[in-house]
């Protein structure tokens, strides 16, 4: 796979996609995480004098809606919000805009633009094709530029017009496609938890979070490669009613019990259930909090993972050399429910040597939240994208387009 140090851009114009999709309020950037993350390929390019053409898309646009509703996800999605800080972190380069995705503005801007210079195009998605890969925009994007890296990474797992139909379109032109920094980092690790070396075991896996169902492809993969898998979180409930245990009024996804059962069972005690719960009287409004065994008495919910299971947990983590972490293992948002994830975190700050990812976008702003960031060798940046990753043995289609 092509780098981005690899290419010759010196006067070329290179087309980046990046992963732009910040968090926005009322046009206020909340967190610039992405944008940092996509500066050293940004930089590297300007260093070595090629003029950057920067796409991404940020937020999420319906085209099933009425042409009002469409214009006002335009509105709250516009790129140009990102500009003067994007101008801030680049204080040495010329930072533009084009407020067209698309024609002459955009071929006009492109034109304009010289090397050490960067240009910031609007929303890919206020193109309807770019979702639907439309092969007519992708060749169009494609045409601007000559070369095309990419380091969108929490984009990967999706093949739209941008991050598939482009740098299709560019190799079947004989155009250069690489990956960038970002990209490069997150294959590496991720790559490290799929293709397992011995050295790497005992290798445990931790997993939590909501549903079942949005998890059994992850689950399914890492039993194949995990000596041990940890579950937590409310999907822990599924498994727990699968077999037979009392869960009263705890999530369930009844559609998902035969799987959690065959699972469990050809597992062969690899896959380890919470054996104690912090359980309140209902989700919203409880008035009476309190730590139960095995079952949850009828009328009660379970909130988080108990302290036994927590100690047990964390005596496996410790006798590991390789952790996987997806989902929180418990309600972390609410602080009485997030004592479950933060000694799961501890418990990895306290593993010497071992190497330690975690995955999943509310799993990565819970550590982030209770500061155990740099305990991890590696948290992604991608959410969806992570999982994907893990699921589909180091694939994605947006990465494997610049491999193949
Ligand atoms: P990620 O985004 O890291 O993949 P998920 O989206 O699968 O994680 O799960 C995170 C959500 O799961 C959080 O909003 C958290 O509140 C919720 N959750 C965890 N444990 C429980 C529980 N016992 N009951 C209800 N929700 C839970
Ligand atoms: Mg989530």
Redesign the pocket.
């Known amino acids: 796979m092509k780098l981005v140090s690899d290419l010759d851009v010196k006067g070329k114009k290179v087309l980046v996609r990046v992963d732009f999709n910040v968090p926005l309020k009322d046009g206020v950037i909340r967190d610039d995480n992405r944008m940092v993350q996509a500066l050293p390929t940004i930089k590297e390019l300007l260093d070595k004098g090629a003029a950057v053409i920067l796409m991404s898309h940020l937020g999420k646009i319906s085209y099933k809606k009425t042409p009002e509703e469409i214009e006002e996800a335009k509105k709250k999605n516009n790129m140009v919000f990102l500009v003067n800080h994007l101008q801030e972190l680049l204080p040495k380069n010329d930072v533009s805009f084009c407020p067209d995705t698309r024609g002459e503005k955009l071929a006009y801007f492109v034109d304009m633009l010289k090397p050490g210079e960067v240009l910031l195009v609007q929303n890919t998605r206020y193109e309807k094709g770019e979702e639907k890969n439309d092969s007519v925009l992708s060749q169009e994007w494609a045409s601007i530029a000559d070369a095309f890296v990419m380091d969108a990474f929490g984009s990967a797992h999706r093949a739209h017009a941008s991050t598939y139909g482009v740098p299709e379109a560019m190799k079947a032109e004989g155009k250069p496609v690489a990956v960038g920094f970002l990209v490069e980092k997150e294959v590496e690790n991720l790559t490290r938890c799929v293709e397992v070396k011995p050295e790497d075991r005992p290798y445990v896996a931790i997993l939590?979070?909501?549903?079942v169902s949005?998890?059994i492809k992850v689950i399914d993969s890492l039993l194949k490669k995990c000596d041990k898998i940890l579950i937590?979180?409310?999907m822990a409930?599924t498994f727990k009613k699968a077999l037979g245990y009392t869960v009263g009024t705890?999530?369930v996804e009844s559609d998902q019990l035969d799987y959690a059962k065959k699972c469990f069972e050809e597992a062969k005690g690899r896959i380890l259930l919470p054996v104690d719960s912090v359980v309140t009287n209902g989700?919203e409004g409880w008035t009476e909090k309190k730590v139960v065994g095995q079952d949850i008495p009828e009328g009660y919910?379970?909130?988080?993972i108990g302290p036994e299971t927590a100690k047990i947990y964390a005596s496996e983590i410790a006798k590991s050399k390789m952790v996987f972490w997806?989902?929180?293992?418990?309600?972390?948002?609410q602080s009485d429910f997030a004592v479950g994830t933060i000694e799961i975190c501890k418990a990895i700050a306290e593993l010497k040597g071992a190497f330690t990812v975690i995955g999943?976008?509310?799993?990565?702003a819970a550590v982030a939240q209770f500061g155990y960031k740099d305990e991890f060798s590696h948290v992604s940046t991608g959410?969806g994208a992570s999982?994907e990753m893990i699921e589909n043995d180091g694939h994605l289609p947006g990465i494997d387009i610049i491999r193949g």
């Open positions: 939590g979070g909501f549903k949005d998890k937590g979180g409310a409930y705890s999530p989700f919910e379970g909130m988080d997806n989902g929180p293992m418990g309600v972390f948002e999943g976008g509310d799993s990565a959410g999982l």
